[in-house]
């Protein structure tokens, strides 16, 4: 449970970074928190002024994070599912993915600027409290295990 709750820690600071990063582009020239949508940027055509390499660390802290979760995840269902049920412990896991992609696609909606921090703040925080209910609530399964070790 740990090792899922650090993968949590690293998406949301992956989340985190992305909102900062987004405000910065933002905050550049020359269309601001409309790019590639104003006069200046010659019918889309030039982008607002940043380095695409600080996108980086998204896909490096996001990689780390489903590292953690889903991979970790994956060999926790399968230990401690009961022998005969092993595959369909491994199917509802697996689900959990499918439920993963149906919630962003609620989010679809509101991925237009200028609203894009608000977005991806949110999401950071909303991260942030699952990292600690899940810490707090499943936790204890790491702590039975060291006990009876």
């Known amino acids: 449970m740990a090792r899922i709750v650090m993968g949590f820690l ?9 909102a900062i990063l987004q ?9 601001y ?11 889309g055509q030039i982008p607002n002024q940043i380095s695409m390499f600080l996108q980086t660390p998204i896909y490096v802290l996001g990689a780390i994070a489903e590292i953690f979760c889903f991979t970790v995840g994956t060999e926790y269902a399968y230990n401690q599912a009961p022998k005969t049920m092993k595959s369909v412990v491994q199917s509802v896991w697996m689900a959990t993915a499918g439920v993963g992609a149906c919630l962003a696609m609620v989010f679809t909606p509101i991925t237009k600027d200028p609203h894009l921090v608000i977005m991806y703040s949110s999401l950071a925080g ?3 409290v699952t990292t600690v209910l899940f810490g707090v609530f499943f936790g204890k399964h790491d702590r039975e295990r060291t006990v009876l070790l």
């Open 10 to 18: 690293f998406l949301t600071l992956a989340m985190a970074y992305t």
């Open 126 to 128: 909303v991260m942030a």
């Open 33 to 43: 928190d409309h790019p590639l949508t104003c006069p200046e940027s010659d019918q």
């Open 23 to 31: 405000k910065l582009v933002y905050s550049t020239g020359p269309c």
